[in-house]
């Protein structure tokens, strides 16, 4: 345990490094996992958040060197880019057509911002055959939190409003004012109303946003442990710990 948390301040280090964008995930979710490019997150607001700093004039020269990596283990491909799957250009989306026919892929997770929850279904009808599911990066339950970091989502929205559309989600905690009652209450509720959720504990980078340490401390001692075997719950200490990024 002493190592892990010693973990969590090592992601600055680890950023400055040559990006991973392909991983093999044998946790929760069994599936490969890549992390592309994409157009640029049309959101952008998000004030814990600088990975939308991952674009380049053409996205898909770096995505389809990541794609041509995908064996099709598992059956299950998990497409992330630095915004929602909507900003993936036409190039992209055709090449996961063509890697999804050739490997056998039979499910695909992506993830979108909630304001595209409308146009999920829409996405998911080019990809024939396959069963498409859907994350969101909702943060918190919380609304007053959510408005705080500029996320974008109504403070009303609840997460029944959020399973009405999405199948997993993503969390953020230990950021400066949280607390241990909202964590616990943002797990209890993703595990109630979603198959599938990331934890992520909060690492600094070159936003403004402070993690509050003694938080994250109690977290990795005395909530991680009890997650460990969650089928539903993934825990990210590091943002590099599914293997990407």
């Known amino acids: ?17 040559k ?51 995908v064996q099709g283990m598992y059956g299950v491909l998990d497409v992330i880019n ?18 999804v026919k050739d490997k056998r892929i039979h499910t695909l997770w992506f993830e979108a911002h909630y304001m595209y929850k409308n146009q999920l279904a829409k996405f998911a009808e080019q990809f024939e055959g396959v069963h498409v ?10 609304g007053n939190l959510r408005e705080q970091w500029r996320k974008g989502i109504a403070a009303s929205v609840t997460a029944a409003d959020v399973a009405m559309h999405f199948q997993g989600v993503c969390l953020l905690c230990c950021t400066e004012g949280d607390s241990r009652e909202r964590i616990l209450r943002d ?24 993690r509050d340490d003694d938080l994250a401390k109690w977290f990795v001692e005395e909530v991680y442990p009890n997650l460990k075997e969650s089928n539903k719950i993934e825990i990210l200490i590091n943002n590099t710990d599914l293997g990407v990024g």
């Open 1 to 17: 345990m002493e190592y892990i948390y010693n973990l969590i301040g090592e992601e600055k280090e680890k950023r400055k490094e």
């Open 19 to 69: 990006m991973e964008r392909y991983a093999l995930i044998h946790t929760v979710l069994p599936r490969e996992f890549v992390l592309l490019q994409g157009r640029g997150c049309k959101w952008k607001k998000c004030t814990f958040c600088d990975y939308h700093e991952d674009v380049s004039a053409d996205p898909f020269a770096v995505n389809r060197e990541v794609l041509a990596q």
């Open 82 to 99: 630095s915004g929602s799957a909507m900003e993936l250009d036409a190039q992209t989306i055709a090449m996961i057509k063509e890697v």
């Open 133 to 142: 599911k859907f994350r969101c990066g909702v943060e918190s339950f919380d």
């Open 187 to 210: 797990i209890a509720l993703a595990e109630q109303y979603f198959e599938y959720a990331s934890v992520n504990v909060f690492c600094e980078n070159t936003t403004t946003v402070k």
